[in-house]
């Protein structure tokens, strides 16, 4: 097998749609100060892009986590890697994502993020697959709606590798 990567989307259109994204959360805090927490690892580059361009007074934290591969719906099922660093009550909390699949992984974050009794909890993902969604759940702003395609770049790994490209492919396996 071997690992092709073709652009879905460039470097140029990235930068577009994060920029036209901060300015809408930038008016919609209407000068709130509002805490980022980005979902590691591949939100990184994401939020680092995007909090440059918020117009607001703005912290940031980060979060680690993986949700257990069954799908018992207790709110045990996530597993906290890296958890938060000070307390969010009371605070406005702006979620910031790679990618909605499946939705487990925010189903559970979300539910444990309410329970820290912040002002408000919104989420911001990059990329969504719609087509691919088990577990329901509000998204505020979504960067780019995407095929059922596996992607990788721009923060996004396959077995931890390509997350420096700079733009966004897709990953072919080709028989050799
Ligand atoms: P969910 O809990 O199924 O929504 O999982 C979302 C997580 O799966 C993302 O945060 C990514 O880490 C990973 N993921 C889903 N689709 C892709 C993809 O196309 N490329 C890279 N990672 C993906
Ligand atoms: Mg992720």
């Known amino acids: 097998m071997t690992e092709r990567v073709t652009t879905l989307i460039s470097e ?12 809408e959360i930038t008016k919609s805090y209407n000068g709130e100060e509002v805490k980022t927490i ?75 993020l309410k329970s820290k009794n912040p002002k408000s909890i919104k989420l911001c993902t990059l990329f969504n697959k719609p087509d691919r969604r088990e577990f329901d ?13 596996f992607i990788v770049g721009y923060g996004l790994d396959y077995a931890q590798r390509y997350r420096n490209l700079p733009y966004i492919g897709i990953l072919h396996f080709d028989e050799d």
């Open 12 to 23: 140029k259109e990235l930068k577009e749609r994060v920029t036209s994204i901060a300015a």
């Open 38 to 112: 980005c979902v590691l690892k591949g939100a990184v580059m994401f939020m680092v892009d995007l909090v440059k361009y918020l117009e607001l007074p703005v912290k940031f934290d980060f979060m680690d986590v993986s949700s257990y591969g069954n799908d018992t719906s207790s709110s045990g099922n996530i597993k906290i890697l890296k958890d938060l660093d000070d307390p969010i009550e009371g605070e406005n909390i702006l979620i910031v994502e790679d990618i909605i699949d499946s939705g487990r992984t925010l189903y559970y974050l979300i539910e444990y």
């Open 137 to 149: 759940v509000e998204v505020d702003w979504i960067g780019f709606e995407i095929p059922d395609e």
